[in-house]
């Protein structure tokens, strides 16, 4: 894994499935320097996360692409009621 970016989720790809069967989302992350790039998001970290549209994240480049993980500090909100549930 290359070095974890500090990132800003921008938008979210509808998968087109239910969230059960595609537990996987595709995220637009928008870095520092106004760089947009495409990286997956898995729904379990998300809830975890309480990530939503406009939170900051952690982003790792890996040879299969760029995946998004848990912020480097935690929010306050209840349990899973970030991304999935827009």
């Known amino acids: 894994m290359?070095?974890?970016r500090r990132g800003l989720i921008v938008g979210?790809?509808?998968p087109g499935l239910p969230l059960a069967v595609a537990p996987v989302l595709e995220v637009r992350v928008r870095f520092k320097d106004g760089t947009e790039i495409d990286a997956t998001l898995n729904l379990c970290t998300a809830c975890?996360?309480?990530l939503?549209?406009?939170d900051e994240?952690?982003?790792s480049g890996?040879?299969?692409g760029w995946i998004v993980d848990l912020p480097w500090r935690r929010k306050s909100r209840s349990c899973c009621?970030?991304?999935g549930n827009v």
């Open 57 to 59: 994240v952690r982003v």
């Open 81 to 83: 009621s970030g991304i």
């Open 2 to 4: 290359r070095r974890a």
């Open 62 to 64: 890996t040879g299969e």
């Open 12 to 14: 979210v790809r509808d």
């Open 52 to 54: 939503n549209v406009g």
């Open 48 to 50: 975890m996360g309480r």
